[in-house]
């Protein structure tokens, strides 16, 4: 009988998956001051970056870098390069998932601030606001 305890525990925790989810990169227009051309105004230190230079995007979780872009007309515009944590799981329409509270630090630096989930093997992960 204690076998076969053991092995049903056993099952059970090999079908539990941590989800390890890559960091989510989009490029958006970067925020510039007339004053200062050929640089990226960093909101959230409230100051301009050069191109190349990265920042951290506390308090939320993530970090940008001024990004260098040719147009189609071949002339250098400055982007803004995120990279987070990506979309958030539904936990209501992903019931195979849950948030490891004790494994997630929102104020730890980024990526080791990004959420921890712990979905069951085959579940359906469904996001809350999915990418377009």
Request: proline content about 10%; aromatic content about 8%; charged content about 30%.
């Amino acid at each position: 009988m204690k076998t076969f305890v053991i092995l049903v525990c056993y099952a059970v925790l090999s079908t539990a998956v941590i989800l390890d989810k890559e960091p989510f990169k989009r490029i958006i227009p970067a925020d510039r001051l007339r004053d200062f051309p050929g640089h990226c105004f960093a909101a959230t230190l409230c100051k301009n970056v050069k191109p190349g230079e990265t920042w951290s995007l506390s308090p939320f979780c993530g970090e940008s870098r001024c990004a260098p872009l040719l147009d189609k007309k071949n002339r250098t515009i400055l982007a803004e390069e995120v990279t987070d944590c990506g979309p958030l799981i539904d936990l209501e329409k992903s019931p195979g998932c849950k948030l490891m509270k004790e494994d997630t630090d929102t104020t730890a630096p980024f990526p080791e601030c990004c959420p921890v989930y712990d979905c069951e093997e085959d579940t359906e992960v469904i996001y809350a606001n999915p990418p377009k």
